[in-house]
């Protein structure tokens, strides 16, 4: 029986998929096995010597210790591309919403309640929510992965002329991309010739502040900037004074925050990028099929600190080591084993920096002793025998 805790709210239809006879879901527990989360912050979070995994049901793992996850052998998964239509629409959203002052018109009218003039008070008003079609403007789109790749490519089917940047694209995204989004190999081939521009990147530390005074100072005066991936990435004050300036002329946002709100030109939804049904469904059932695969069979798929490792059993008892990738490591896990009359049906090994991971289907008696051997080993963080 596996524990496992949750710290924020799972869809029902990712933990039925963690099964009652093999898994207890427990909010409180002090010694769970698996974690799943969504946004709440573990940075400040004892980690359990118990804890095996944790599963982010989403995309940014920005809020979770990977480097202390990593030295301590737990695995933490990611849900890549599972809320990343919901992200795509919520911009597509605002793109249009944002250019045609839509938050502020709404408001507007919402005023008119009560009064017996409505309809002359909508015709006289209006005027002051004029804002530009996206029909033959530019956007630029910083990161095409699983959500940049999508709103490019919803940007082109809304006749935009579409400018991409990411020096790090994938294959796969690369192929999802509509060949008409035309590929800039620096920020400054892109920002000046932006009228709207967006951000999809992972908050890390390099890309913290990417939007920032040097680089609104490249980009075409009145530009509408959309930040639906994290607050961080936008230095605020400097986005604040290019507002101030006419530089830029309207920033959405889905993460408010204290200088952010009650600014003209500024409108921000509470991170509701990928709050749908779907997406919190598609998110929950993968992360808790990650979790279980690992915590079962020792697979990992997806995760973000340790290399994918995923191989059908074959056998016997299978045995997972998660150690430093250094020499050596390879020919003392298996001198242990062979000392032990264990015969390695199966086996592999990855790395990924600095760790590696070493997953070996055996035959044979396995001793009381052979996990503590195999955790005396210099390299080893953690090691399992399933
Ligand atoms: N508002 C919300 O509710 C949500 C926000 N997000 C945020 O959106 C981010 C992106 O999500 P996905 O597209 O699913 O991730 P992804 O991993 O599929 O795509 C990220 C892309 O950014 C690129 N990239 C990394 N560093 C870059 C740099 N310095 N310059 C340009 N490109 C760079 C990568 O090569 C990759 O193609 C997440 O990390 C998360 O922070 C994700 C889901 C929901
Ligand atoms: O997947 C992400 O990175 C998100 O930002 C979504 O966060 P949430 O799961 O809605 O708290």
Redesign the pocket.
Same mark, same amino acid.
């Given at each position: 029986m596996y524990t496992i805790k949750t710290l /924020?709210a799972i869809s029902p239809v990712g933990l039925a998929k963690l099964p009652a006879s093999q898994f207890e879901i427990d909010n409180e527990a002090a010694a769970p096995q698996g974690i799943l989360v969504? &946004?709440a912050d573990m940075h400040e979070m004892p980690l359990p010597e118990s804890l095996l995994a944790i599963a982010?049901? +989403? @995309? +940014?793992t920005n809020n979770i210790p990977i480097e202390e996850c990593t030295n301590a052998g737990i695995v933490v998964f990611n849900t890549p591309g599972a /809320?990343a239509n919901a992200v795509a629409e919520l911009v597509v959203g605002a793109l249009i919403a944002g250019s045609r002052n839509m938050v502020d018109a709404v408001q507007w009218a919402q005023g008119l309640k009560g009064r017996d003039t409505i309809a002359k008070d909508v015709e006289k008003g209006k005027k002051q929510f004029v804002g530009p079609e996206l029909r033959g403007k530019t956007l630029g789109v910083i990161g095409l992965g699983a959500i940049g790749a999508r709103v490019a490519n919803a940007a082109v089917s809304l006749g935009m002329e579409v400018l991409g940047y990411d020096p790090y694209i994938s294959i796969d995204a690369a192929w999802s991309l509509s060949r008409s989004v035309q590929h800039c190999v620096t920020l400054g081939d892109m920002l000046p010739r932006c009228d709207y521009l967006t951000i999809h990147v992972p908050y890390l530390p390099t890309t913290r502040h990417t939007i920032n005074a040097q680089t609104l100072a490249m980009c075409k005066d009145g530009v509408r900037v959309l930040n639906f991936a994290r607050g961080e990435l936008v230095d605020n004050a400097a986005l604040l004074d290019a507002l101030d300036s006419g530089k830029v002329a309207h920033y959405f946002c889905d993460f408010p925050t204290e200088e952010l709100l009650g600014v003209k030109g500024v409108e921000c939804t509470p991170?509701l +990028? @990928? &709050?749908t049904p779907e997406s919190e469904t598609n998110?929950a059932v993968m992360a808790a099929a990650e979790l279980s695969d690992y915590l079962k069979n020792g697979n990992i798929t997806h995760s973000v600190n340790l290399p994918d490792v995923s191989q059908p059993r074959v056998g016997g008892r299978r045995i997972c080591i998660i150690h430093k990738n250094a020499p050596g490591a390879i020919s003392a896990i298996t001198g242990i084993l062979t000392a032990a009359h264990l015969n390695i049906e199966n086996m592999v090994n990855k790395s990924k920096k600095d760790i590696a991971y070493t997953l070996l289907d055996v035959t044979g008696e396995i001793s009381d002793t052979l996990a503590a051997e195999l955790s005396g080993i210099e390299p080893a963080i953690r090691v399992r025998i399933l």
């Open positions: /924020n969504r &946004s982010r049901a +989403g @995309a +940014g /809320n991170h +990028g @990928a &709050s998110c």
